[in-house]
RNA sequence: GCCCCCGUCGACUAGCGGCCUAGGUCACGGCCCUUUCAAGGCCGUAGCACGGGUUCGAAUCCCGUCGGGGGCACCA
């Protein structure tokens, strides 16, 4: 069985890289320990690691056994740092104020939980020869390493955690669905060299991660009526279906219209009820007469753009429809 | 400076000696659709870092050069 363990520092939102190491993680082991690596106090941010965890779990990256914080098992670390002897290789396992380095809790940790493979990112990789010397200075195994490559900004420098969405609060927070950020991750995997991030990528992920959703789902995410989904189809994240929903449910503001006629034309079509009832029937015909559609949808959503008129027109109930067209009137 | 990784279209990659005048996806450009922004459909531009080997044959194997990244902490 593989046991791995993610172990991210409580520094507040995920950054994608410390994702794809969870992700990962989570594809490659069998068994996975959910580590948070608190030893340095001045790193840590307050609320760091519930955001770490919502994070997670909105990602849908699920682990066995933790949250473990390396700060409840200092004494541990510290005894163990003791029995090597604190000039390790001349490197620091205890600091001055007694408390233990990263490489200390880390291979302690890792014995202790008997962690099988080690999946990290490169930033990693000169550490692998000290802890496996760590490893068997504790008569240990040492553990099977995978370094993958990390994820670099435009400017070809490690993501900065300011650069658009490197984080995975901000996807959230602009609509991506976790599962196109999911699946830009697994589609990563491990890569053996540091990768360029590719937002337009994940946006794509976006639209086709929508377009799968079902009717019910999407109409759940969005916070919208069953009914409003036809209008939602097209929208390239949750926000924007979010727009399209609210464009469709507010009351318009009012609005100059210059086209009365067609509005009239509409209010006609609707009211007769008959074959031009379908919306793209309806659509048509105000077409076929030269309608000014532009006003029509001024009129509907106070707004000049939004999903095609058709689908806004079949979203809205004909009361209401009639209702507004006669505010606009 | 030293150590460690890596190098196929703009990006992510497929390729693991002949199937490659290098395939896919995204981005980009054009057209269609849409009296809107999108979404969708069709078409297109574009790449094996360079130089030596090995071989009948190299994107694929070897060496060198160049380039990129990471590290050289009482940070993780």
Redesign the pocket.
Known sequence: MKKVRF???PTGSLHVGNALSAVANRGFGDWLLLRI????P??NVPGGDEELLRDLEWLGVEWDEGPVR?SERGERHVEAGRQLGERFEG??L????G?????L??VVDDVDFEITHIVRG???????ELHRRLFEALGATPPEVV?H??I?GE????LAKRAEGATVASLRDAGIPPEAVRRYLY???L????????L??I??LA??AI?ALSDRELAERVGAPLELVPAL????DLN?AREYAASILEEPERVAVDSPE?LERFRELLERGDDSADPKEL??E??AV?????AL?LALTGR?????????VAALPHGEALRRIDAAL
């Not at 490169?122 to 692998?128: A, G, I, Q, T, V």
């Not at 890569?191 to 590719?198: A, E, G, N, Q, R």
């Not at 030269?290 to 532009?294: A, N, P, T, V």
Request: glycine share 10%; no cysteine.
């Open positions: 172990a991210p520092s690596d608190d030893t340095d001045a790193r390396q490197v620091t205890l600091r001055e104020d408390t233990p380095t990263y490489h809790a880390s490169n930033d990693h990789r000169p550490n692998e370094h490559g990390l670099l400017d070809g420098k490690k589609e990563l995997g890569p053996k060299h540091d990768v360029h991030y590719d337009p990528r946006r794509r639209i086709e377009g189809r097209g929208a390239r924007e067609t659509v048509r105000l077409k030269g309608g000014d559609l532009r949808r000049d753009r939004g999903p095609e008129l058709w689908a806004v």
